[in-house]
């Protein structure tokens, strides 16, 4: 097993990774900013070293000081965790230039499902259903015009290096559609360096499915069921559940069936993540694959019992995996919301500054993922999600009345945070009854 790993993150998915690798008995060096010192994950650490100012294109996006703190504390691999140079192919370049190994999926990998548009090429070739829409990618609005008009208004623009929902338009009438296209190429651009766009079908009120996926170097290939990832703002992930209780059993197992067959199209290895939009007549069309850790994959350990960051560290060092997909099963439901330091009421301003005072939940079935203490700063460089409360439960209405005592538990002063929206939602009648899409929180939220 690897001896020393150096986790090139921040905030709770650092902490997240270093405690996984404790129980697994391997030393780990955090790296951290200038605005991060006194982030917990630099604490926890074996060692900690400061790579940079606090901007993230000089820190955690700085592959050579990443990699000179790499070498310098004799670290064997990097844990990349999400977001960053998760996805950054010149990144497992440099490791493998330094024999230092990349705790993710292959190069390959990486270009071939990160690009949207090569990965929807390479699933329809694989026979995976997707959304109706461009075959390749373009940079010429014109040409991106004439496959919206043979598919049909409306549709959806999306950057094929894209992510986050940054790149992304909706556009429902031809006469928006060059002035669509062209912003959402100008911020891909400045997002992810690569203006290549393509585009799709926009499904009207759909569910978002996700599937789990796990693949080692010696072809096998497992999924641990699905998320529900359908309550979004802005494209942005809010709350998310494990299992989604809208699918039946025989549309889980052709919808993983076909996750699976995605993951073989490319040989895959490595933790990652199939996502699909499920209509409301049960079809499902593959819109992305993640090949890093996800955000929310807690719900899925909650309701699997595996732990998917030793699982990754596993894989990733060459270790062939002991599950089999008869071994998954799932059991209960889990919830999970992110909190983060930002004000609902002002259009959801980052809400950056000092955590005076901080109460967490806890109690049965209540997990918190979170780099925050009384005291803490929360720095205005990063993205604003300070923490994760998890709950699970013995169904979808006991999970939902667990996470709604969570998070009346939790107590946060100095700061704004969207707690009280989370709570909104959980006692929102429709989200209750689950009868929700990815227009939820627009509709019945927002402008309910």
């Not at 109706?132 to 999306?158: N, Q, R, W, Y």
């Not at 604003?384 to 009346?408: H, N, T, Y």
């Amino acid at each position: 097993m690897f001896s020393k790993i150096l986790i090139a993150n921040r905030g709770e998915i650092a902490l997240r990774i270093i405690r996984a690798c404790k129980e697994m008995g391997i030393a780990t060096v955090a790296v951290y900013s200038e605005a991060d010192v006194d982030s917990l994950h630099v604490h926890m650490a074996d060692e900690a070293i400061c790579i940079g100012p606090p901007s993230p294109m000089k820190s955690y996006l700085n592959m050579k000081a990443i990699i000179s703190a790499a070498v310098v504390t004799g670290a064997d691999a990097i844990h990349p965790g999400y977001g960053f140079l998760s996805e950054n192919s010149k990144m497992v370049d440099i490791c493998n230039m330094h024999g230092i190994k990349f705790i993710g999926p292959k190069k390959e990998h990486i270009e071939r499902m990160g690009n949207k548009s090569e990965a929807r090429k390479t699933m329809i070739e694989a026979g995976v259903p997707v959304v109706p829409g461009s075959e390749g990618s373009t940079t010429d609005s014109k040409e991106a015009l004439e496959i919206a008009k043979s598919i049909g208004f409306p549709v959806m623009v999306k950057a094929s290096s894209g992510g986050g929902g940054r790149g992304m338009r909706i556009v429902r009438e031809e006469s928006e559609f060059e002035n669509s296209f062209n912003m959402a190429k100008s911020e891909s651009k400045t997002a992810f360096d690569d203006d290549s766009m393509y585009v799709e079908k926009f499904i009207e009120n759909p569910r978002h499915i996700e599937f789990q996926i796990l693949a080692d170097e010696y072809g096998n290939v497992i999924h641990l069921g699905e998320r529900d990832c359908s309550l979004q703002r802005r494209n942005q992930k809010v709350i998310e559940e494990a299992p989604c209780s809208a699918i039946t059993q025989d549309l889980r197992e052709r919808m993983g069936e076909a996750a699976l067959k995605a993951a073989r199209s490319v040989n895959y290895m490595s933790a990652g993540t199939i996502e699909f939009l499920l209509d409301i007549h049960g079809n499902f069309y593959f819109i992305e694959m993640n090949t890093r850790i996800q955000v929310e994959h807690p719900v899925t350990e909650m309701v699997t019992g595996v732990d998917l960051i030793k699982e990754q560290i596993n894989i990733a060092y060459g270790n062939p995996m002991k599950l089999r997909q008869e071994d998954i099963v799932l059991r209960g439901h889990a919830i999970e919301c992110r909190i983060n330091a930002e004000n609902p009421e002002h259009n959801f301003r980052p809400s950056p500054g000092t955590i005076n005072t901080l109460l967490v939940p806890g109690g049965y079935g209540t997990r918190i993922e979170s780099h925050i203490y009384s005291g803490y700063t929360i720095p205005s460089n990063y993205d604003s999600m300070i923490g994760k409360v998890i709950v699970w439960g013995d169904d979808r209405d006991e999970a939902i009345k667990r996470m709604i005592r969570a998070l009346d538990e939790f107590k946060i002063t100095g700061i704004d945070t969207n707690i009280d929206f989370q709570m909104e939602i959980l006692n929102n009648e429709k989200f209750i009854e689950n009868s929700i899409d990815t227009s939820f929180i627009e509709k019945e939220i927002l402008n309910g």
